[in-house]
């Protein structure tokens, strides 16, 4: 086999929209749990057919960084990745790739991607998550100001020695 | 990516059935293998090429795909799609190269060819042809073949004279191939040498 | 000659049936769960994940639960299994300085720009066993809470402050490079920093730790200071060939240390400031410190000093680092070695009776 590991970066795209709108929603269904993406099914009610292109799988993605964190890349460790892809009746593909194990969950999140670029259903979708969107930024911003409350505050003591 | 053709229905199952005859084509130079693909590519890419890639490339096996194939549409996302392999211009990235018109030359000496260290590293040329047989036809001989086989490609793939001629130039580097024709394939790894008879 | 003796299946079945129960425990003990495992023992399923090299938290408790909280078991099962599963690629290096923060101190800098926080630390506790939490006591107070202000996620680098004077040696980032992959390739000497670093991150803790002490002790000194280590989940991205674009796979908590160390310069290079690097799933500082530590002091070849130490023997280093090799040569000793042995056991009566011939006087006066 031919050695492929380029570590170089992903081709400059085109700003696209949809893309960013894409990535968007990828982010919120990796970051939300089964439950979070069948409510957001649910209240769509998207009753078209599902083709699986592929069944869901878990697999393994390796993970980089950099050293001194803004150097040269280096494999840390994997982590367990599940995946999934559908195609709706009206044609749209979607994918999902999301850390875990949750196939079902995986699943979800490709019909949602598929339906983001739907003209009829993108924006209801983007809608349907503003809930998880919400509850999401309220867990973060408690854990920010939690751990806000462990910065330290120095005091600068004077000694009278100069007077 | 509209109409995405299937890939294998029973991913684990169908690979190790196309590995097991890939290992054995080549581990029997020229003996014919019978592969069975389900698969429906995008033409001109035959179900016994799609077989192979779907089988053998990886995220980690980069593709070359030959003019034909390249300026086929729906060939390079049907790959990428169901092996995540990066579809690549450049052949000395190839770890697999996709030959759907054998009347066509190669450029060989561009494709990986492997290291001293690490002969392995090199291009496996996967050539389809309409037809394989094991009567009458070039001999071949080496390692895997008890006294001599015989193999008839038709067509005879035109690049395969340039790689013979390579192989015997820089081996243990070198390039393995994989003929395909519908429903069999064969195996001629750099070690195999054609006799000058028939 | 090789003889394959049979049996012991009956017994080999009872001991896993036994091994079961001793696993359970007390019946009238309500069991463990896997989820409590996770919740409540965080950090050792952190240590599972950063020396199993497997991001699923899940599983490691899982393993831990099966392993009767064996660490190196625990880790031996998610390796064996990670070779499952297939593998989807390789991520884009995760960006560090987006991390959202949970602890960020500096022992170099006081008043550095996003300011020392705590975070969830053992640091400036007592070390007083807290028997409320035996007795089933009340939950916790509610975490304190506070403004979290324009400050949170601006979080420079410490190490930037350092850059911008052009004091620290400047990182290189050259992307076109391969990266190594130990997984991929079996390590090879000398190694590249990028294979160091993989070796490290998945070391056992407690070989690194030791390595990183011993530089300390004056075993290869390299003057290091914690420019920097934070705590906190990081967005991983991955770019699938089919889809093209980088598809956000969701967070991570890793724990990054940054070691600035005291260099004398070379001919080629002035005085500085030069770096170890450590970066770990979970919240796992001991490690990452240690790492940084060992990592610094196995650039001694590339930095022109002397290798004399242990921790700067990079073939000595990563052959021993990883704990699941480790163990497997070490246990393998209890497989049966019978055929092994009595060919030693023949050597040395032929040996003795030798010594015998060759010096009669003291053994046969014993014999007598």
Known sequence: ?163 | MTALAHGFGDPVTDAQQVFHAAMNALARPGRPQPLTSGLEPPRPMTPELAAIALALADHEAPIWLDPALAAASGAADFLRFHTGAAVVADPGRAAFALIADPGMPLPVEQFALGTAEFPDRSTTLVIAVEDLSDTNGWVLRGPGIADRQSLLAAPWPHALADIVRLNSAVFPRGLDVLLAAPGRIVGLPRSTRFVEEI | MYVAVKGGEAAIDNAHRLLAHERRGDPSVPELSVTQVSEQLGLLVDRVMTEGSLYDRALAALALKQARGDLIEAVFLVRAFRTTLPRFGYSQPVDTARMEIRRRISATYKDLPGGQVLGPTFDYTHRLLDFMLEANGEPPQPPAEADAGAAEGDMPRVTDLLDAEGLIEPSSASDCDTVGDLTREPLTFPADRDLRLQALARGDEGFILALGYSTQRGYGRTHPFVSEVRVGEVAVELVPEEIGFAVPLGRLTVTECQMVNQFKGSAATPPQFTRGYGLVFGQSERKAMAMSLVDRSLRARELGEDAVAPAQDEEFVLSHADNLQATGFVEHLKLPHYVDFQAELDLVRRMRAEHEANHPYPLSEAAE
């Open chain 1, 1 to 163: 086999m031919a050695p492929s590991q380029s570590a170089s970066p992903p081709p400059e795209l085109p700003r696209d929209p949809m893309v960013a709108r894409r990535q968007a929603v990828m982010a919120l269904c990796a970051d939300g749990t089964l439950d979070d993406l069948e409510a957001v099914m649910d209240a769509l009610a998207y009753e078209g057919a599902v083709e699986d292109l592929r069944r869901p799988e878990t697999g393994l993605v390796m993970v980089r960084g950099r050293m001194g964190g803004d150097g040269n890349p280096f494999n840390f460790g994997e982590a367990t990745v599940t995946r999934a892809a559908v195609r709706l009746q009206s044609g749209e593909t979607g994918f999902a790739y999301q850390l875990g194990r949750d196939v079902k969950k995986a699943r979800l999140a490709a019909i949602l991607d598929a339906l983001v670029q739907n003209p009829r259903y993108g924006r209801e979708v983007e809608r349907a998550m503003d809930p998880l969107r919400t509850r999401l930024a309220g867990e973060r911003s408690t854990r920010e100001r939690r751990t806000a409350a462990t910065r330290v505050n120095f005091f600068t003591m004077v000694r009278g020695e100069d007077q």
